[in-house]
């Protein structure tokens, strides 16, 4: 169990309210694909994928950024509990994708420098170890199914 203080839920919160979501979702999942052009594989239904100006003006992509962002939600809603609310989607990433889990952690990298981009200097040194202890959390309950 994870045990959050009120300075790490405030910092958590704080950072996700301040997110635009068809933004940022869609910025840190087209990093991740371009960076890492090797998890382009899972996306291969999305449609054109050639090159990074083919991947930032896909709608698909865009459309599982802003999902992935809402996802993260339920994750904020449910910090006390992070694990079990991820357990199905966990699964379906494992059994029915084949997600190679590491990719999560790739992505939430992503999110990181876009989030870190987008508030200066005020994505401090406490606000963003509390946000890495989350995403860790995160990225650890969609991995679990793997284990």
Request: aromatic share 10%; with cysteine; glycine share 6%.
């Amino acid at each position: 169990m994870v045990v959050w203080t009120d300075q790490e839920r405030a910092a958590i919160s704080g950072i996700m309210g301040g997110l635009v979501y068809e933004d940022d979702g869609p910025k840190a999942l087209c990093r991740c694909l371009i960076v890492y052009p090797w998890t382009q594989r899972y996306f291969g239904a999305f449609g054109n994928l050639y090159n990074a100006e083919a991947i930032k003006n896909n709608p698909q992509i865009a459309a599982h950024g802003t999902k992935i962002l809402h996802g993260l939600d339920r994750a904020l809603k449910n910090m006390d509990s992070i694990k079990e609310t991820y357990a199905e989607l966990s699964i379906l990433h494992s059994e029915k994708l084949h997600v190679d889990p590491d990719n999560f952690k790739l992505l939430a990298d992503c999110l990181t420098i876009v989030i870190a981009a987008k508030m200066g200097s005020s994505f401090n040194p406490d606000i963003q170890a509390s946000w890495q202890k989350f995403l860790s959390v995160v990225v650890s309950a969609l991995g679990r199914q793997y284990h």
